[in-house]
Each structure stands twice: as C-alpha cells, then as structure tokens.
C-alpha cells in the first residue's frame, strides 16, 4: 500500500509560481511511476505530468508544456511540481498518483492516489 500526500498548493497571482511536493509512504517509491492531475470545478480531470522510475522518461499535458516541470527524490520519497508562468486556468485540485511500471497519461492506469491540493491562481 502506498499513501501520497501532497503539499505546497495556494493562492498565487497570474505570472507567479509555485512547488508542489508529494510524499509518500513505503520503501519502494523508486519503484513507481509517479504523476500529477487536476480537475478544475465543473470539469473532468486532467493529465498534467508523469515521471518514470528513474526520472529519465518524463511526459506533459499540452497545457503545461514548457512552463511546468516534474523530477523526483527517489532518496526522499517525493516528487515534486514545478510551476511557473501560472494562469487563471491553473486553477484546480491537484493530485499526486503512483502506479507500478511505466508512467502513463490514463487516470485510470494509477494504483494510488493523494488527497489532493488546491491551487488557485487570480488574474
């Protein structure tokens, strides 16, 4: 079993940045693929980024492109977002998802995922 817990969600302005992190439980996070979706209020959820294992094989959402960037600790158990060039359409519920094997783009294809946390960029 693994828990996700994900921090450093807020209220930014427009242009601003910030850093998720999200920590998880266990001795075997280097062993999962890692990711982060969203979902806005009244919309259905968003592949935002994937991180393999090792960190070498990373994938974005077109909306994120060139403006967000995920990596990892494997030696700390946490995977972090960052986000820069923020928008109003930023504005969600982020989640923390893990699954074994390969990273992917499918809600659907992660085991486990975090409570969330709240990101709201004003413009």
């Known amino acids: 079993q693994v828990q996700l817990v994900e921090s450093g969600g807020g209220l930014v302005q427009a242009g601003g940045s910030l850093r998720l992190s999200c920590g998880s439980s266990?001795?075997?996070?280097?062993?999962?693929?890692m990711g982060w979706f969203r979902q806005a209020p009244g919309k259905e959820r968003e592949f935002v980024s994937a991180i393999s294992w090792s960190g070498g094989i990373t994938y974005y959402g077109d909306s994120v492109k060139g403006r967000f960037t995920i990596s990892r600790d494997n030696a700390k158990n946490t995977v972090y977002l960052q986000m820069n060039s923020l928008k109003p359409e930023d504005t969600a519920v982020y989640y923390c998802?893990?699954?074994?094997?390969?990273?992917?783009?499918?809600?659907?294809?992660?085991?486990?995922w975090g409570q969330g946390t709240p990101v709201t960029v004003s413009s």
């Open positions: 998802v893990a699954r074994t094997g390969i990273p992917a783009m499918a809600a659907s294809a992660y085991d486990y």
């Open positions: 266990g001795r075997t996070f280097g062993r999962y693929a």
